[in-house]
């Protein structure tokens, strides 16, 4: 079983999908939408960003290890810009939220 995350309501829920016709699956039962993402490669995408918030805290540029694996997520399910940058901010708040829940300011 896998954990699916929505990225339009960022809904997550369980399931398998083994193969094509298994799909409808990975549609969010929340909100119906096909944007979704295996929830390990979107926390792996989070995690880079606290690690670059960490090492390098705005007003310095992200390392570009996080943009690389926030691209992923996003590239991989959103086809317009709008929820691109929707999912990339929600990204972003969650890393502050990992560094803040740590005692890590930035």
């Keep these: 079983m896998e954990t699916y995350k929505c990225l339009r309501c960022f809904h997550e829920w369980q399931g398998r999908v083994a193969e094509y016709k298994d799909w409808g699956r990975r549609k969010c039962g929340r909100c ?3 944007q979704t993402v295996i929830k390990s ?3 792996r995408a989070v995690d880079a960003i606290a690690d670059s918030l960490k090492s390098s805290p705005p007003p310095y540029p992200p390392l570009p290890s996080s943009v690389l694996f926030s691209l992923d997520v ?4 959103l086809p317009d810009l709008a929820a691109a940058v929707k999912v990339a901010w929600r990204m972003y708040q969650e890393a502050k939220d990992r560094l803040e829940s740590k005692g890590q300011q930035i």
């Design 74 to 77: 996003i590239n991989e399910t």
């Design 41 to 43: 490669l979107y926390d």
């Design 32 to 34: 119906g939408s096909r």
